[in-house]
């Protein structure tokens, strides 16, 4: 009887804190937005035209798309089904909360139990599926680490020579890690029991899709930030992709709420020196307020919507049987 409540009261907790980590989201994200006054967020805004904004939002719309799929993939390799509303909906909510929280396994992942289990998911299945979710993801990191490398231009790193060392250094892991990775994928069929979770390696199609998918989630979010930045600083695709992986990659390994500070600061430090700091400063607002604010707003009123509902549901299901 003991042991039943201190389940009860575990998967209580786990589940109450999707909305615990969501309300740190609201607050990294303001912590993150308040050091710029609201002329400085205005005027980021009114300087980019208009149709680089709504390039910018389609991008995140599509990126959003693609971390939703994150959950499509993890679906799949339990061997489950589920409707495509529901892992979209789960998926949006999941990445616009650990984007702006940070520590995306703990973070989305209490907001995925939440979700999954009124879905009649198992905890084991859930937890097999966030650990996928997070291998998606370090895989794709990976990948794109490796292209930012060769895409970085020449004079990135002239002045920055600690920074140089640090991205060769990532980039020589993230190269091991892609081939260990894929070489299990490819050769290790054995399943892998932690805690009484089975993990089997996924195959090397399912691999592939996660890299493409992974990648296909960063590709959309330089993608925000290009369109923001190019009226201001002249620079081809191919050098400012290779730019942001790298900034990218190591603000999202240095586990900072997304990548707050170090990921502005190696941005700013690492493209041509004749750039407009002021401007910098202005598409990298508006970067945060579409890839980061937008989605976190846009979600938290699906969130509540949909937990609103669920109480009316359950009421009225209440007083149908009381009749």
């Known amino acids: 009887m003991r042991n039943f409540r201190i ?3 575990l998967k209580k907790a786990i589940s109450w804190a999707g909305l615990f980590f969501f309300i740190i ?3 990294m994200l303001s912590v993150q937005l308040s050091k710029y006054h609201l002329s400085d967020i205005h005027k980021a805004l009114t300087d980019i035209p208009l149709i680089n904004i709504s390039g910018a939002c389609a ?3 599509f990126g959003y798309v693609a971390l939703s799929s994150y959950d499509f993939l993890a679906i ?3 061997g489950r089904t589920l409707s495509a509303w529901k892992w979209i909906f789960v998926g949006f909510v ?4 650990s984007n702006n929280a940070g520590h995306a396994i703990l973070s989305g992942g209490t907001v995925r139990y939440r ?11 859930i937890v097999r599926m966030i650990t996928f979710s997070g291998f998606t993801y370090l895989i794709a990191c990976f990948f794109l680490s490796d292209l930012g490398w060769l895409l970085t231009p020449s004079h990135a790193f002239e002045d920055l020579s600690a920074s140089q060392w640090t991205t060769n250094i990532v980039a020589f892991i993230s190269f091991i890690g892609l081939l260990i990775y894929f070489g299990l994928c490819r050769f290790y069929k054995k399943t892998i029991t932690i805690r009484d979770v089975p993990f089997t390696m996924p195959s090397v199609q399912m691999a ?8 296909a989630d960063i590709l959309m979010a330089s993608f925000v930030l290009y369109f923001c930045l190019i009226p201001f600083v002249s620079v081809s695709f191919d050098v400012f992709l290779g730019v942001f992986i790298v900034a990218q990659v190591l603000g999202v390994f240095s586990q900072v709420p997304g990548g707050l500070g170090v990921f502005e600061g190696l941005f700013l430090a690492i493209l041509p020196a004749d750039a407009n700091v002021a401007f910098l400063f202005g598409a990298l607002i508006a970067y945060r307020i579409i890839y980061y604010l937008l989605p976190l707003l846009i979600s938290g009123m699906a969130f509540i919507s949909y937990e609103i509902f669920l109480k009316y549901r359950r009421k009225k299901l209440l007083e149908n049987q009381e009749k």
């Open 7 to 9: 389940k009860r009261f």
């Open 208 to 215: 592939l899709a996660q890299v493409i998918i992974g990648s």
């Open 76 to 78: 799949k390799y339990i």
């Open 25 to 27: 989201a609201v607050i």
């Open 59 to 61: 991008a995140s719309f």
């Open 115 to 125: 979700f999954y289990t009124r879905w009649r998911f198992k905890a084991n299945e």
């Open 94 to 97: 999941g990445f616009s909360v």
